[in-house]
């Protein structure tokens, strides 16, 4: 009997190898898609293909067999020329693995299913309406050319470790369309990498557009998590949400001058993100859910739209919908430029019911700056520390305390014992179930972004070795962050050689953004702690944020910081470990 069942696994097995397939030209390549049924394997040899029509896929794979397409290694098939895949209805359970994209964006005229005549194309890859289940994992996107990168339509498809990169030309990297007014549903977009792309001169080069107005009030049910966004700046929007009921976690966007924005649509879940030197999130709509993100050096880190039509009453769908009942709770604000927003606008209808409450704002400018109409807010909770001052926050709203943050190894400011935010949240938020390390809320709850637990930690801030097409490495392989575990400071004075401080990031930031001057010459160091780290460390990266100075002493090669520009240094030190294990001076 037990070699019975060896042996029909053994010819299991053996049928799915039997349906692979390699191919060496796109024709055969199209051929083979052509003649594909469920659990076909068809492989792409090495080598740069230059499309000239498209790779077109209408067939249906199961969730058990699916039908993969994929490069003979990952990045090793390169698809050059005007043309790329096209899957369209009714194709189903196909997996487009390991490609790269180079070909043109643009190139291609074909006739659109919502247009009279033929139009110039707008996407490198796309799927169609009618299309389900599909997924592209471990793509490289590098489509030059106006228009978006990768179009999804259809619903239930899969979007992860992708890199979308190196993008200087309208159009987005995704662009999520629907059908009639009802957006795509389930989608699962997550562990991809969006690096650099180049300001445009106009709207319409968001980095992740979901959704457009007239699909705005159709529920998606989507998911886009674990995203990496770096140096992307198409337009002033990064993330367009023009849908409702998307959850947004865990993503990290640093170094991006544009703006997250809840663009039309109604309650989605924005939870667990990490914004960093970023103008942070903008909300229109009603209904949000807005917490336990973690926001350091944005200007802003929140701002409340302020409405110029209410949607509900029948102000068009185009509208800056006046948000309603949005919930900006337990978020962490740390040295922003400007902390919660909101802007002015003439004969603006404000925003009416927001409740911001239990989240710690420390540093920066003026806690809150509302213009109004702000009809119905609600203050409840909030810690400021070190702030410019409450600004418009009523003081019924917030406590004056040192929240006792400190920057952890990951990189983000958590909660040390003793902190006054521990458990010190009242009043019931069930929406609020998540910290941003991924850990559940129990009540009482801790305020700002970080609940004190013991349960697995599923979410840290990003890097490159997480997400895209080489994400998630081998493990004890990748890049590590550290935050420094000592400082100290001298002015005017030797070197502090070992003599350390105790590790206390935000004073270290407020010595830092001193006024330097003759005779007031600074130096700070600061002692990293590889002694966790496995392994060999083969180089490290310095990461100064802040605000350096536009010229440097003479002859001198560190940097000073002043009150000019918002800037972000890379110092690489190499080779490591032992440069690294020493004290690093800045
Ligand atoms: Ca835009
Ligand atoms: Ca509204
Ligand atoms: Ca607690
Ligand atoms: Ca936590």
């Known amino acids: 009997m037990k070699s019975f069942t060896l042996l029909a696994l053994f010819l299991t097995g053996t049928m799915a190898a039997f349906a692979q397939t390699t191919v060496t030209s796109l024709s055969a390549l199209q051929t083979a898609i052509n003649n594909a049924t469920p659990g076909a394997v068809i492989v792409l040899a090495n080598g740069t293909y230059t499309a000239s029509t498209d790779i077109t896929v209408s067939k249906q794979g199961t969730a058990s067999q699916p039908i993969t397409i994929k490069a003979q290694t990952i990045g090793g098939a390169e698809i050059a020329g005007t043309a790329g895949f096209n899957l369209v209805s009714p194709a189903a359970y196909i997996i487009i693995q390991g490609f790269k994209f180079t070909h043109s964006a643009s190139q291609v005229s074909e006739q659109r299913s919502n247009s009279v005549g033929p139009e110039r194309r707008l996407s490198a890859e796309r799927m169609a309406a009618g299309t389900s289940f599909c997924r592209w994992t471990r793509n490289l996107f590098q489509t030059p050319g106006d228009g978006e990168d990768l179009l999804l339509n259809g619903s239930d498809h899969e979007v992860d470790y992708n890199t979308f990169q190196h993008k200087n030309a309208m159009g987005r990297f995704i662009a999520v369309r629907g059908t009639g007014s009802q957006i795509a549903q389930r989608l699962h977009i997550h562990h991809n990498y969006f690096f650099d792309q180049q300001p445009q001169t106009a709207n319409g080069a968001e980095t992740l557009q979901f959704g457009l107005s007239g699909y705005s009030l159709s529920n998606s049910n989507s998911i886009v998590e674990y995203n990496l966004f770096e140096q992307c700046a198409g337009e002033n929007e990064l993330i367009s949400v023009k849908a409702s009921q998307l959850t947004i976690r865990y993503n990290t966007i640093r170094d991006c001058p544009a703006q997250f924005t809840l663009r039309h649509g109604n309650r989605s879940t924005v939870y667990g993100n990490y914004f960093i030197n970023t103008p942070g999130i903008r909300i229109f709509g009603d209904d949000h859910n807005i917490f336990s993100n973690h926001f350091e050096n944005c200007n802003p880190a929140i701002n409340v739209g302020n409405g110029d039509g209410e949607v509900a009453d029948g102000a068009p769908l185009t509208s800056h919908d006046r948000p309603d009942r949005a919930l900006i709770a337990f978020n962490t604000l740390v040295n922003n430029t400007s902390n919660i927003t909101q802007s002015g606008r003439t004969n603006g209808l404000g925003a009416t019911d927001i409740t911001i409450a239990g989240n710690i704002i420390q540093g920066g400018g003026p ?220």
């Open 367 to 586: 806690a809150a700056s509302i213009a109004g109409p702000y009809t119905g807010g609600v203050w409840s909770g909030n810690i400021i520390f070190n702030t410019n001052g409450p600004g418009s926050m009523p003081a019924s709203g917030f406590s004056t305390a040192d929240p006792l943050l400190a920057r952890d190894a990951t990189g983000t400011f958590h909660l040390r014992p003793g902190s006054p935010a521990i458990n010190s949240a009242t009043g019931s938020y069930p929406a609020v179930t998540s910290d941003m390390d991924g850990q559940p809320r129990t009540a009482p709850l801790d305020k700002g972004a970080d609940e004190v637990s013991t349960t697995p930690v599923i979410a840290h801030i990003l890097s490159p070795s997480d997400v895209g097409v080489s994400g998630a490495a081998a493990t004890g392989t990748g890049q590590t962050t550290l935050g420094p575990t000592q400082d100290a400071y001298v002015r005017n004075g030797a070197d502090a050689g070992n003599t350390l401080g105790a590790s206390d990031p935000g004073e270290l930031i407020t010595k830092l953004n001193s006024n330097p001057a003759a005779g007031n010459d600074r130096h700070t160091f600061l002692r990293f702690d590889i002694g966790g780290l496995n392994g060999t460390v083969s180089s490290a990266t310095l990461r100064l944020f802040g605000k350096l100075a536009y010229r440097r002493p003479p002859g001198r090669r560190p940097q000073y910081l002043s009150q000019s520009i918002q800037r972000q240094q890379h110092h690489r030190l190499s080779p490591g470990p032992g440069s690294i294990r020493k004290l690093i001076g800045i």
